[in-house]
């Protein structure tokens, strides 16, 4: 296991286009978070995953933003009617817990870009 | 609400050693992070604290205050390496992260 792998790296979109990524965490780790970073920021919490469950979502987040993680296992973050504000660096961590605390793991991020 | 402050930018001397503060308002406290982000690059983890005091880490050492709210990261035998934003972040009542902006830090030689 190579650690937390998000797809794409990178992504250019025309705005109001749908986008989707990708996040597979590291396989033995039941939590996943999803993150947005803008530059010179520390990164927003958007949801988590506990297994297959959405246990919490910002609400920050618009009805414009969806996540799923079918099997447990990866996950996958839409965007739809992609606006210029949602260009930011999208962060995917994940971590084995139980309810206490444990490290998080990031991916390398994909940088969306809405033009 | 909840706030995490930390200055934006240091700058350091290379070989030198430098301190990053880090104070928090929570709901809650289970514990704090620090972790270093090089530019582009995802956040990886430096350190945990949850109890008071002080905890080494070969060059890198993190301090925790409950009390005060308060928390350090001592980096000693600075390298250009270490140029990078160290970010701190303290998971609340719920076990949620809520992250600072990041300190810039700014090695020169």
């Known amino acids: 296991d190579t650690g937390v792998s998000q797809d794409p790296r990178h992504k250019i979109t025309k705005r109001g286009q749908n986008v989707t990524f990708r996040c597979d965490p590291i396989s033995e780790h039941n939590r996943l978070y999803w993150y947005r970073q803008t530059l010179g920021q520390g990164p927003e919490f958007l949801t988590y995953f506990q297994n297959e469950a959405q246990l919490e979502k910002s609400r920050l987040l618009s009805d414009r933003f969806s996540a799923e993680r079918p099997k447990g296992s990866f996950s996958t973050l839409e965007i739809q009617r992609t606006e210029q504000g949602d260009s930011a660096m999208y962060l995917c961590a994940s971590s084995l817990g139980t309810g206490d605390i444990a490290e998080a793991f990031f991916g390398q991020g994909t940088r969306l870009t809405v033009v | 609400g909840q706030n995490i402050d930390q200055p934006t930018e240091m700058t350091a001397t290379e070989g030198a050693i430098v301190q990053i503060n880090c104070t928090y308002q929570?709901?809650?406290?289970?514990?704090l992070f620090w972790y270093q982000q090089h530019a582009g690059e995802a956040p990886t983890f430096l350190s945990y604290n949850v109890l008071d005091g002080l905890e080494e880490k070969g060059r890198f050492s993190s301090f925790l205050s409950r009390s005060k709210g308060y928390s350090y990261l001592l980096l000693k035998e600075l390298q250009m390496k270490d140029s990078a934003s160290y970010l701190c972040a303290v998971t609340d009542s719920n076990y949620q992260l809520i992250w600072g902006a990041g300190t810039k830090l700014i090695i020169k030689p």
């Open positions: 929570t709901s809650g406290f289970n514990g």
